[in-house]
């Protein structure tokens, strides 16, 4: 396998007005896991399931895009309750268990061709001592870290944020969205959170900001890159998108070998632009499910 993936996986409650609510597969690693795996990256996933028709579920999607799950299923499955607003933005209830156990008979590459760790993961205890215990002993030529905050459940903001410069002294590549950046680092100018980031040693850092566009930059350059007009159906999953098809196309750039700080300008813009449209595929539809690679060339 090429991608490690590790972080929750859930099934999402969705409440929209003036529709029954329905459950799907979710989490926001769970769904970069599969973003990867539709852009044909061979991806593992590192999660907990539960033994429950929930994780049955999980599970089915997973098979459905060649996912290889590498924990062991027990207990119940997490879920969050996403309410939809009359815009299709979603907040969230969260009922969670993250004690993801690793097995330890599959085959890993060494090294990855990335690792990736993902949102309440790598906050929440237990397993954020797993996702330590990876970050210093797995090799990877590209380490990526999306926080993706959820305030009820990463501790107050002071904690989370030492907890984000903590994974970001580790890893290559940070995305996170303009909210995210504001509740972390309230009143900073979004240029001086990506700056501070990068001082902590990433040598890229992508700021998601909706329909305004994203910011995409290395020490060296930085570039806006615009958002696609779209009609949106609901932002489930929309940063997730963003994530998987960013990190798919840095690997299908050969950014590891080249070194992500030899990137130009274009070549950024050229990365971030697959990640909008991979994150405009999915505010156009109900649903996370993340496009394929054919999608995204073809726009459909």
Not at 183 to 209: F, Q
Request: contains cysteine.
């Amino acid at each position: 396998m090429s991608a490690l993936v590790i972080g929750e996986s859930l099934i999402d409650i969705v409440d929209a007005p003036g529709q029954p609510f329905r459950r799907t597969p979710g989490g926001g690693p769970l769904n970069v896991a599969i973003g990867l795996a539709r852009l044909g990256v061979p991806t593992a996933l590192l999660t907990c399931v539960g033994a429950d028709s929930d994780g049955d579920l999980l599970m089915s999607a997973l098979d459905g895009a060649d996912v290889t799950f590498v924990g062991e299923r027990i207990g119940a499955t997490s879920t969050a309750l996403a309410t939809l607003d009359d815009a299709g933005s979603a907040t969230y209830e969260f009922a969670l268990d993250w004690d993801p156990r690793p097995i330890n008979n599959v085959c890993i590459d060494d090294p990855l061709d990335a690792l990736h760790i993902g949102s309440i993961g790598a906050f929440v205890a237990p397993g954020r001592d797993v996702v330590d215990q990876f970050l210093q002993e797995r090799r990877a030529r590209l380490r990526s870290f999306d926080p993706n905050i959820r305030p009820a459940l990463v501790g107050s903001p002071s904690a989370a944020r030492a907890r984000v410069e903590y994974i970001s002294q580790r890893v290559d590549v940070i995305k996170l969205s303009d909210e995210d950046a504001s509740w972390l680092y309230p009143g900073v100018e979004m240029s001086d959170v990506i700056s501070s980031l990068l001082a902590l040693g990433p040598e890229l850092v992508a700021l998601t900001r909706g329909a305004l566009g994203s910011i995409v930059s290395t020490h060296q350059h930085r570039v806006e890159v615009p958002s696609p007009r779209v009609q949106v159906v609901d932002t489930i999953g929309a940063g997730d998108a963003y994530m998987s098809a960013l990190l798919g196309a840095l690997i299908l750039n050969d950014a590891a070998r080249l070194g992500l700080a030899n990137l130009g300008p274009g070549t950024l813009l050229d990365v971030g632009a697959m990640a909008s449209r991979a994150a405009a595929f999915v505010v156009g539809r109900a649903g996370a499910v993340p496009p394929s690679f054919q999608q995204l060339q073809l726009g459909t």
